[in-house]
């Protein structure tokens, strides 16, 4: 016998399994976050969205940087320096 899949409600988020962990989806200020839960267990991953579906409501998360790096930072002061240097050379 087939289970029939469980439709969520709008606006709640999602989980899905990449390998062995669940991983969580909902929005935020419009953009998407994806977040690994870091457990196995459907049930927990489940709770760890309904904490995070919560905090969205209450405005208490905040979205993470991406990693920054020193070569990164170090590389863009260089293009930096050269569009700069570039731009006011006088003809």
């Known amino acids: 016998m087939s289970k029939k899949k ?3 409600r709008y606006g709640t ?3 899905f399994k990449n390998g062995h962990f669940w991983w969580l989806q909902y ?4 953009q998407r976050v ?3 839960s ?5 049930d927990a991953a489940e709770e760890l969205l309904k904490q995070r ?9 905040m979205i993470e940087p991406g990693r920054v790096t020193i070569a990164g ?3 863009l002061v260089l293009s930096d320096n ?3 240097s570039y731009e006011t050379r006088k003809p």
């Not at 929005?27 to 419009?30: F, M, R």
């Not at 870091?38 to 459907?42: G, I, L, Q, S, T």
């Not at 579906?53 to 998360?61: D, F, K, L, Q, T």
């Open 6 to 8: 469980r439709r969520r």
């Open 73 to 75: 930072i170090c590389e």
């Open 38 to 42: 870091k457990v196995e267990d459907r």
């Open 53 to 61: 579906v919560a905090e969205v409501a209450a405005g208490e998360v």
């Open 82 to 84: 050269n569009y700069v």
């Open 13 to 15: 988020g999602s989980l």
């Open 34 to 36: 994806t977040e690994n």
């Open 27 to 30: 929005y935020l200020k419009g």
